[in-house]
């Protein structure tokens, strides 16, 4: 498939008239996920983690058995980059212990997830305080991800066993875990790593993007030829329409894989996911779950996937030559990171509950509907921190 069609933006004025976000405001949102990670800490210390989705309004405990875990140290890394306090360094420390134990041990990690685990937490360790232990616990994971490489048709199988036709997918959401590969490849000087992840990137791009510019959730690949074969998908609303989630994975995804690779000719993709995207937002500026829905239809939103295309339009931002797309992508981000401090946050923290409102894990198997995740709270802190503080990106 060739470069998809940009839609025109129906309400141009709407994101580059968009009011800049102020210090205070900023701060409101930075107050509000501290103190909530302040509370959430004295729930889970030690080995304990936060469960991926909230139940009636508040995470579970559980260990690290998970493909969200990295978030929730991710977060710790976040507050201690914004703050200089020692105590989340430290339990953020505690943490990557775990995560070197993990993948030591291959624990519940045979599916693509290894960069959502192992980026924010253990990269990250080596990138904010040169963690030794960090370092070594992110390269294991990168050489696991490496396993789940499929020659024929060049891309990162995302779960199932290796040799198992109905499993020969790739799934949008992995553009976020490619940019562990990279950073193998910068720091042990072996570009097998990166050269895979770039295949990956072009596979995805080619054939999980529709023409409209809007994403399919997953994408069969022939096993026999390696060539395309047809989409899928698992957690949005149908196989034709764009769940929100996997909308805002290829926003954000896509410019850190520009960033990596230096292939700025796939600009134009991700211009064209995030056109289509803006264009269905609903009044609030917060996307329903599958980008199907809008204001009437009673249906949750996805918080989550706001948060996550909120750090896909700052990405876009740093990126652009021209004035004209970098003010839509800075209108973007302040109209979308306005609306979760203001309607989508908790200010009174409570232990145990999230910093975002009203996300949808998977709404088919009834999980986390309309509660808060921990990629949410992970991206939302992610996006105040790329407007407050000079950040070096984790991804
Ligand atoms: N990567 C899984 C999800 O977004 O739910």
């Not at 302040?38 to 579970?60: C, I, W």
């Not at 070197?100 to 291959?106: F, I, T």
């Not at 995804?253 to 690779?261: A, D, W």
Request: charged share 20%; net charge negative; proline share 4%.
């Amino acid at each position: 498939m060739g470069v998809p069609f940009i839609e025109s933006l129906a309400d141009i004025k709407r994101w580059n008239s968009a009011k800049h976000l102020s210090k205070d405001e900023l701060e409101l949102g930075l107050i509000r996920c501290l103190a909530q990670i302040d509370a959430n800490m004295s729930v889970f210390g030690n080995g304990q983690f936060p469960t991926p989705a909230t139940t009636n309004g508040l995470y579970g405990v559980m260990g690290n058995d998970e493909w969200t875990n990295g978030f929730w140290t991710g977060q710790l890394w976040l507050a201690y980059e914004l703050t200089g306090e020692f105590r989340y360094r430290t339990l953020a420390e505690t943490n990557v212990e775990s995560f070197l134990e993990r993948v030591e041990r291959r624990h519940e990690l045979d599916h693509h997830d290894l960069g959502f685990l192992y980026t924010p937490s253990c990269v990250a360790a080596f990138k904010v305080c040169g963690s030794e232990k960090g370092r070594r616990a992110a390269i294991l994971a990168a050489d696991q991800l490496m396993t789940r490489w499929q020659g024929r048709g060049r891309f990162f199988q995302a779960w199932g066993p290796m040799d198992s036709p109905n499993h020969y997918r790739i799934i949008i959401d992995c553009l976020l875990n490619v940019p562990l590969l990279h950073w193998a490849s910068d720091v042990t000087g072996d570009p097998t790593y990166a050269a895979c992840a770039r295949d990956h990137f072009m596979t995805t791009c080619a054939h999980i993007i529709r023409a409209d510019g809007s994403a399919f959730h997953t994408f069969y690949m022939d096993p026999t030829t390696g060539g395309p074969d047809h989409g899928a998908t698992r957690q949005g609303y149908s196989d034709d329409s764009a769940w929100a989630r996997g909308q805002a994975w290829g926003i954000d995804g896509i410019p850190i894989n520009i960033r990596h690779t230096g292939m700025s000719g796939y600009r134009d993709y991700a211009r064209s996911m995030r056109n289509y995207y803006l264009n269905r937002l609903p009044e609030d500026s917060v996307c329903y779950w599958d980008l199907v829905f809008g204001d009437g239809s009673g249906q949750p939103r996805d918080s989550s996937a706001a948060a996550i295309a909120a750090c896909g339009f700052a990405e876009m931002a740093s990126q652009e030559t021209g004035e004209e797309e970098r003010t839509i992508d800075e209108g973007a981000l302040a109209i979308t990171l306005r609306s979760l401090i203001n309607n989508y946050t908790n200010d009174g923290p409570e232990p145990g509950a999230p910093i975002l409102r009203h996300g949808v894990y998977s709404w088919h198997s009834r999980k986390g509907v309309d509660e808060g995740n921990l990629w949410g709270d992970y991206f939302f802190l992610e996006a105040i921190a790329r407007k407050l503080i000079t950040w070096n990106p984790y991804w």
